[in-house]
């Protein structure tokens, strides 16, 4: 309640503005940006699992340069001596420690190989260390300085942006999404004049000699590219969240010394996590912290407890409430492979979604507007996925249209197709999966809570909206007749050749005196008709018009739909073994006629041949039946009864 008082006396201060702020994914650019558009995945690292990881670093924000030493902790997976790391050849490796010796190494191809003098057998634990430094690689911006005025003085920002193929480029590592490190220490050694913000608890600060120390540590699995740093003159405010189930989250702002707005945030991130403790589980990294730490980069990145924002004001909330979401959403689970990048971004777009919904509806404007420009930003063009069918492409992975503002709508569309307490619960059972949690999963995860939960099969909703590419065009006829039933006759086309028909439960609202209804009609067939009872003549017919489902559509009244369907006649009712379908004098040709048992919910029948129009059903048992006639201008549907 506290925060809902704050809210009240906190919009009118700040003369929010009340124009709709600018939700382009242009923030989602913010990935590490490689010129070479083409990168091999390595396969280094095979030779075990990475456990723990001591890094210390020596850095100073006025250099492109990085010295360190860093020690792994691991336990052999197979029977070997050899270890591989990957590591930018931009970098020079000094020495490699192990056993208190000095040990061989090559380096070379972005590839460090250390050569044990020993075989290590598996399930054995041990460590090394490694003494490397050098300029990072230019290229992907993964570690980057830029500066700016504060009172006169050029102020340096130094950080690191690792996602996707970055992490290599400013210490050995294992770059690819199969291994976690379990818990790390990451010591940043910096003129005392700087401050470093970093992943997981701040244990300590000493400056001795000019230099300051700082340790942090983090005990939660992390992914190699969410480790994350930013060194500048920093303004630090520390506090609680406190949330509604008595629970609190202790919280670290990191602003540069220009700009004070963190103070802005406080209110609204109560809120946030309130919303996503809710809807998803409570923050995984509850017992360390939540911070931001603020760097001179356009948008944000989601280092694991810590994310890194280009600012704090109110316009850039949308980016904040999206890196939040990922601390559920790609860092407590990672997608396993960057073809399932959604996992994370369409994650933590719904993230914005539903912030949206819930938290800015005294704008109720503003969510609406995002959903439409991200729909029609969508179909702009006829094709994509949003599974990535090219991960040396780092425009592909990361692509606005199809990661992030597909990848989104694909839930909302699950949402929509689920309903709200069937996806809510196969989402919280994706983030309660303990083989998921602090790991990796793939989009068969996700299908396969969904599923569950919602005792359904998605297999060919996922087919046609993550693997395949475009979406529907819907042409819907409607007529209405006397008595205010109304035939509506939904077709679709495809925009791309890869999906031949889209099942979706499809709304359609219709108005009648000033008030409307929605109607939520389940589109399994091509051509298919429905009849629905109204209760006066329809004023007007708008197709989806909360952009539930990406589509293009059209409608049209069409005069002769109900003289048509009125026209069919399928008799005798009950029918003992011959039944009739007659189509008056209708310019139809039927195509296939289904039987379908409605209690095995099984098509017994089908016929082909289009010319007869009488069938004999004797030899079936006696139940109700579908009898479905597909024509080459729509389906009817009728139920009959076999005695
Ligand atoms: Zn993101």
């Known amino acids: 309640m506290k925060t809902i008082s704050l809210l009240i006396i906190l919009v009118p201060i700040i003369a929010f503005s009340q124009n709709i702020p600018n939700f382009s994914t242009s923030f989602c650019s913010h990935k590490s940006s490689y010129n070479i558009t083409k990168y091999t995945q390595s396969q280094i690292g095979n030779t075990y699992n990475q456990y723990y990881l001591r890094a210390i670093w020596e850095i100073n924000p006025n250099q492109l340069y990085i010295k360190g030493n860093l020690t792994y902790y691991f336990t052999m997976t197979e029977n070997s001596n050899s270890l591989s790391f990957d590591l930018h050849d931009t970098l020079t490796v000094d020495s490699v420690i192990f056993h208190q010796n000095s040990i061989l190494f090559t380096h070379n191809n972005n590839v460090l190989n250390i050569n044990l003098p020993f075989i290590l057998n598996s399930n054995i634990n041990d460590s090394l260390t490694i003494y490397y430094r050098g300029i990072p690689n230019k290229n992907a911006n993964a570690f980057d300085i830029k500066k700016y005025e504060y009172n006169g003085d050029s102020i340096p920002c130094l950080w690191t942006l690792s996602e996707p193929y970055g992490a290599k480029d400013w210490f050995p590592c294992k770059q690819e999404l199969y291994d976690k490190i379990d818990s790390c220490d990451l010591f940043f050694i910096t003129p005392s004049k700087y401050k470093t913000a970093a992943n997981g608890l701040l244990i300590s600060e000493d400056t001795l000699n000019g230099k300051r120390t700082s340790h942090w540590k983090h005990k939660h699995p992390i992914a190699t590219y969410l480790i994350g740093f930013v060194t500048s003159e920093f303004i630090e405010s520390h506090r609680y969240i406190h949330l509604l189930n008595n629970d609190s989250i202790y919280m670290m702002e990191y602003s540069l010394i220009n700009d004070s707005s963190a103070i802005e945030t406080p209110y609204h991130l109560d809120r946030l996590f309130n919303l996503y403790d809710t809807l998803f589980i409570p923050y995984p990294f509850r017992d360390e912290k939540y911070g931001h730490m603020q760097w001179k980069r356009a948008g944000g990145m989601e280092h694991q407890t810590i994310s890194s924002v280009n600012s704090f004001n109110w316009h850039d909330m949308y980016v904040i409430e999206h890196e939040l979401a990922h601390q559920w959403f790609g860092d407590f689970i990672t997608c396993g492979s960057w073809q399932d990048i959604w996992l994370n971004e369409g994650f933590a777009i719904f993230g914005n979604f539903i912030s949206l919904e819930y938290l800015w509806s005294y704008y109720p404007d503003w969510y609406p507007h995002l959903i439409k420009a991200y729909h029609d930003d969508i179909i702009s063009q006829p094709d994509g996925s949003v599974f990535v069918d090219d991960t040396t492409s780092v425009s592909r992975i990361f692509s606005g249209r199809l990661t992030y503002e597909k990848g989104g709508f694909l839930l909302r569309m699950l949402r929509w197709e689920l309903g709200d307490t069937k996806f809510f619960n196969g989402v919280r059972a994706y983030l309660n999966n303990p083989d ?183 030899e079936f048992a006696s139940g109700s039946y579908i009898i479905t006639v597909e024509t080459d201008k729509f389906n009817f549907n009728k139920k009959i009864i076999l005695e």
């Open 436 to 618: 998921l949690q602090n790991s990796y999963a793939r989009t068969s995860d996700l299908q396969q809570a969904l599923e569950e939960e919602a005792d359904t099969n998605l297999t060919e909703f996922f087919n046609d909206w993550f693997y395949g590419e475009g979406y529907p065009i819907y042409n819907i006829e409607y007529e209405q007749n006397n008595d205010y039933s109304t035939n509506i006759l939904i077709s679709q086309t495809s925009s791309h050749s890869s999906v031949s028909f889209y099942e979706m439960s499809v709304p359609i609202q219709f108005w009648i005196n000033g008030v409307d209804t929605i109607v939520k009609l389940h589109n399994s067939t091509n051509n298919q008709l429905f009849t629905i009872q109204l209760n006066d003549l329809i004023d007007s017919v708008i197709f989806d018009p909360e952009y539930k489902i990406i589509s293009e559509n059209n409608i049209t009244q069409n005069i002769n739909l109900i003289n048509n369907t009125n026209n069919i006649k399928i008799f005798p009712n009950p029918v003992k073994d011959e039944i009739t379908i007659s189509l008056g004098n209708l310019p139809l040709k039927i195509k296939h006629i289904y039987l379908t048992n409605i209690k095995a919910k099984q098509t017994q029948l089908q016929f082909t041949n289009s010319n007869f129009q009488k069938i004999n059903i004797s």
